[in-house]
């Protein structure tokens, strides 16, 4: 077990928090740095150390990686991934942490290039990442079940409805937790190849699938409405900007791919759509117990 902590940004977030619990489940020592520290503690308790700051606060960077062996490199979607990112990198080479595992983008966002600025900004990241002199893994994350096909379960509860650009287009949808896993396993890991891992999950579904899977798991009929994607706004903000093409993407099939990187770096298939459909229905429906 390594007695340097190991730095985790992105620590408060759907994945960040994942990443750390296993971590420290596994005895391992965790130093996050946030910007909302309270919320950090709220989750983590004293189990963690914790650096508050921002990532364009040079001083409280360097305190952050000050004696850390690992970084889990996570930050938002935002105009300054680039910039924060990279600083984070460097002052952990400074600090002369042996292992920078980033989380990126989609492979499909990424390759090939052109198609959009998230996956170029994440390129830009992982090609500064190549440059130094420490190891580095990238991994590249499919759909996240816990973002977009969350919020198609949520909106199948409320509306009975499965609304997408393209009804037939598939998604390898992953599990974060199956992401965490990997993350965990890349930072702990005796070894590790300096390169990018394409993470999916084991099965391509399609919308239309994903509403008869809904339906089943209701006991109701769930429709499969098809809805012309929204234009790309050319002055909007960088993240809605992302996203409208991550839309405009999926809808072409990009996002249509299945890798065996799961099983073969965990040596267990990957979580399934149909297993997270049940599980987030029975989440969201679940009736609160009566309190007198």
């Given amino acids: 077990m390594s ?15 994942l990443v750390v619990e296993r ?6 020592p965790v130093r996050v740095f946030t910007r909302r520290p309270d919320a950090a503690r709220t989750l983590f308790g004293e189990t963690v150390q914790i650096a508050a700051g921002d990532f364009g606060d040079r001083a409280a960077l360097d305190a952050a990686v000050g004696g850390i062996g690992r970084l889990l490199l996570l930050s938002p979607i935002s105009a300054r991934l680039v910039a924060d990112q990279t600083a984070v990198a460097d002052a952990a080479v400074a600090a002369n942490a042996a292992r920078i595992v980033k989380i990126s983008g989609s492979d499909w966002t990424i390759e090939p290039p052109g198609n959009s600025i998230s996956g170029a900004a994440h390129a830009a990241v992982e090609r500064h990442l190549s440059g130094l002199p420490t190891e580095t893994v990238s991994l590249r994350p499919n759909a996240w079940m816990q973002v977009s096909l969350a919020n198609t379960v949520r909106q199948a509860i409320a509306s009975n409805q499965v609304i997408a650009a393209n009804l037939d287009a598939g998604i390898g949808y992953i599990d974060a937790r199956d992401i965490a896993d990997v993350a965990v396993h890349q930072l702990l890991a005796d070894r590790v190849r300096n390169r990018a891992f394409n993470l999916t999950g084991p099965d391509v579904v399609s919308f239309r699938q994903i509403a008869a899977l809904l339906a089943a798991a209701l006991k109701r009929p769930v429709a499969a409405l098809e809805k012309p994607p929204q234009a790309i706004p050319a002055d909007g903000d960088f993240e809605h900007r992302a996203v409208a093409q991550f839309v405009r993407l999926i809808a072409a099939g990009r996002a249509a791919t299945t890798t065996d990187v799961i099983s073969t770096l965990l040596g267990r298939p990957p979580r399934t759509v149909a297993d997270f459909i049940l599980q987030q229905v029975a989440a969201e429906t679940a009736v609160p117990e009566y309190q007198p």
């Fill in 23 to 28: 971590l420290v489940a596994l005895g391992q």
């Fill in 3 to 17: 007695t340097r902590p190991t730095l985790v940004t992105g620590a408060t977030g759907k994945l960040g928090r």
